[in-house]
């Protein structure tokens, strides 16, 4: 069983910064793709973010592009999320996720997808 434990949101000014930390139990962590995904009140849970395992690709929703950064380390068992010049429209729960099941190189953009969520972390940005 994999666990995820999200860090890192806060409240935050419009233009301002965070990192958020997602790190996983499994030994087998650097295998599996991961994901970022966020869900605002009344919106449907919506993809931010990925890593492939392998070469370590990312990809990233239109709206975040040149502004969110995603990582990982390995060794250390984690997935970074760094998000810069932050919008109050950036203002959600977010989640990270793992996709343990399919083995695609380009990781999937489908929440249902992934297999194992994090409890997730607020992130709010003021205007």
């Known amino acids: 069983q994999v666990q995820l434990v999200e860090s890192g949101g806060g409240l935050v000014q419009a233009g301002g910064s965070l990192r958020l930390s997602c790190a996983a139990s499994?030994?087998?962590?650097?295998?599996?793709?991961m994901g970022w995904f966020r869900q605002a009140p009344g919106k449907e849970r919506e993809f931010v973010a990925a890593?492939?395992?392998?070469?370590?690709?990312?990809y990233y929703e239109n709206s975040v592009k040149g502004r969110f950064t995603i990582s990982r380390d390995n060794a250390k068992n984690t997935v970074y999320l760094q998000m810069n010049s932050l919008k109050p429209e950036d203002t959600a729960v977010y989640y990270c996720?793992?996709?343990?099941?399919?083995?695609?190189?380009?990781?999937?953009?489908?929440?249902?997808?992934?297999?194992?969520w994090g409890q997730g972390t607020q992130v709010t940005v003021s205007s």
């Open positions: 996720a793992v996709d343990s099941v399919s083995g695609t190189v380009i990781p999937p953009t489908e929440p249902l997808a992934y297999d194992y």
């Open positions: 890593i492939s395992w392998n070469d370590g690709s990312t």
């Open positions: 499994r030994r087998t962590f650097s295998r599996y793709a």
